[in-house]
C-alpha cells in the first residue's frame, strides 16, 4: 500500500506540471509568435514479483509479474507550428510563413524569434522595441549590391538620409517618323522642310534638371537630321552644335520600317559649375512609317532626393523610397533554421537560444533552404489552441483527483490495518 501512496504522489507532481505548461500557454495566447508547450510522460522504473520463464515441459510461457513505482514527465515539448498572421499595416511589423527565424543581437550574443514587432531604434537600426535587440542581416552597399557571404550585420534604414544626384548619361530617342513628311525645296515655289520637335528632361551632376528641345528635320529620300537645343527660359545649359544650321546628326533609312544608321554627338556644358557630360545616344527605336510623327525622348538620371519609407518583400529585401522617385534596395533581412527547431531553449522576451539539441544555426535568405517567406505588415499571433488547452485541463485536474483519490484511499486501508490490532 506505501507504494500506491508514492506512486500517487508522483502522478500529483507529473500532473501538477502538465497544470503549470498548460497554465503557462494560455497566458499567452495572445503573445505574438508565442510556440504553445506540451507535457510528455512516462512510467519510472517496476518492482519485479518473478520474471518471465520460456516454455518448457508441456507449459506455456510465463509473463513477467511487475508492479509500477510510478511515473514522471519525460519531456516538455515546444510545438513549432505555424501560427495564424494577424494584419497590423505597420510597415515595420514583419511574420515568417514557414519554419525560420528572425536573428536578433546585442552585439554580444545573438537569439532567435518569431515575433517580428520591429521598429527603427533612435540610431536608424531596424530593432525590437520592447528588448532593444537589433535585427541582423546583410547591408546593401551605395550602388544597393548585398553580399551574403560577408558576416551579418546590424540593419540600418536611414529615413531622411540624402542620396546623390545622378547626372544624365544616357539618352533613349524612340517613336515615328511620318515617311510622307516632305524635304525642302528651293523653288520655285520654295517648299519648307518638315520638322518634328520632341522635348526632354536631363540632369547635370547637381542634380539640377535642364530642358531639352530635339528637332528632326526631313532631309532628303528617307533621311532625316536632328539638332538639340535648350529651351529659351533653360541658360543654366550649353550644348555643342546647338546653333542655327548645325545639326547634331543625322538618320538615314534603308527597309523595314526603321532606321539603320543613325550618328551624331551630345554634349553638355553646366554654366552653374556641374561636371560636362556628353551621354550616350540610342535611337535603335525610331521608325519611319506612314502616319503621325510622334518622338519621344527618355534619360537617366535624377536629382537628389530623402529616404521617407521603405517596404519589404517576400525575400526580405529592404527596399527604400526616396522623395524623388527613386528606389534602391538598402538591405537584406537574414534567417534562420534549425535541424531541430525544438530543441532550443526558451531564454525571455519571446527569444530562443541555440542548444547542442537544435544543432547550429543556418543562415540564409527567405523563400531559401525551407526558411520560409517574409510578410510586412503583419504578425504571427500565438499557436495556442484554446480548445486543446481547455481540454487538457480537465485531463490534468481529473488526473490529479483520481491520484489523491488514490493516497486518500491507501490512508484509509492502512488505518483499517492499524485497527485490527486494537
Do not use: C
Not at 64 to 83: E, F, H, K, S, W
Not at 131 to 148: F, H, M, P, R
Amino acid at each position: 500500500m506505501l507504494r500506491s501512496m508514492f506512486s500517487a504522489i508522483s502522478g500529483l507532481h507529473g500532473n501538477q506540471t502538465m497544470m503549470d505548461v498548460i497554465g503557462n500557454n494560455i497566458a499567452n495566447v495572445n503573445t505574438v509568435g508565442y510556440k504553445s508547450g506540451r507535457v510528455n510522460f512516462q512510467d519510472i522504473m517496476s518492482q519485479t514479483i518473478h520474471g518471465a520463464t520460456a516454455p518448457q515441459a508441456g507449459l506455456g510461457s510465463i509473463n513477467p509479474a511487475q508492479i509500477g513505482l510510478g511515473m514522471t514527465v519525460a519531456g516538455i515539448d515546444v510545438l513549432q507550428t505555424q501560427g495564424n498572421l494577424q494584419s497590423t499595416g505597420k510597415t515595420t511589423d514583419m511574420a515568417i510563413q514557414g519554419d525560420g527565424f528572425f536573428i536578433e543581437s546585442d552585439g554580444v550574443s545573438t537569439s532567435y524569434t518569431r515575433d517580428g514587432a520591429f521598429d527603427i531604434a533612435l540610431d536608424g537600426s531596424l530593432a525590437n522595441p520592447a528588448s532593444g535587440l537589433k535585427v541582423q542581416g546583410w547591408q546593401a552597399d551605395s550602388a544597393g549590391k548585398i553580399d551574403v557571404t560577408q558576416p551579418l550585420t546590424n540593419l540600418v534604414i536611414p529615413i531622411g538620409q540624402r542620396t546623390t544626384a545622378l547626372a544624365t548619361s544616357n539618352v533613349s530617342l524612340s517613336g515615328n517618323l511620318d515617311a510622307g513628311s516632305t524635304a525642302a525645296v528651293v523653288g520655285p515655289p520654295a517648299v519648307a522642310a518638315t520638322t518634328v520637335p520632341t522635348t526632354m528632361t536631363v540632369f547635370d551632376s547637381l542634380g539640377v534638371s535642364h530642358s531639352v528641345k530635339v528637332t528632326f528635320t526631313k532631309s532628303g529620300a528617307n533621311a532625316w537630321t536632328w539638332a538639340a537645343t535648350s529651351d529659351v527660359a533653360d541658360t543654366g545649359i550649353a550644348i555643342s552644335g546647338a546653333v542655327p544650321g548645325v545639326n547634331n546628326g543625322t538618320l538615314t533609312y534603308t527597309s523595314g520600317g526603321v532606321f539603320s544608321a543613325s550618328t551624331g554627338t551630345l554634349a553638355f556644358t553646366f554654366p552653374d559649375g556641374a561636371t560636362s557630360t556628353t551621354p550616350k545616344i540610342d535611337m535603335s527605336a525610331m521608325t519611319q512609317f506612314s502616319g503621325v510623327s510622334q518622338p519621344a525622348g527618355q534619360t537617366d538620371g535624377f536629382t537628389s532626393g530623402t529616404l521617407t519609407t521603405f517596404a519589404v518583400g517576400d525575400a526580405g529585401t529592404l527596399s527604400g523610397v526616396y522623395s524623388n522617385g527613386q528606389t534602391q534596395v538598402l538591405g537584406q533581412i537574414a534567417l534562420a533554421s534549425f535541424l531541430n527547431s525544438a530543441g532550443l531553449l526558451r531564454s525571455g522576451q519571446n527569444n530562443f537560444s541555440a542548444t547542442s539539441a537544435s544543432g547550429a544555426s543556418n543562415v540564409g535568405m527567405a523563400g531559401t533552404g525551407g526558411r520560409g517567406t517574409v510578410t510586412t505588415g503583419a504578425l504571427e499571433m500565438s499557436n495556442v489552441d484554446l480548445a486543446t488547452e481547455f481540454t487538457g485541463m480537465i485531463t490534468a485536474e481529473r488526473g490529479f483527483q483520481a491520484n489523491s483519490r488514490v493516497i486518500t484511499t491507501s490512508d484509509q486501508m492502512l488505518q483499517t490495518l492499524v485497527s485490527l490490532g486494537q
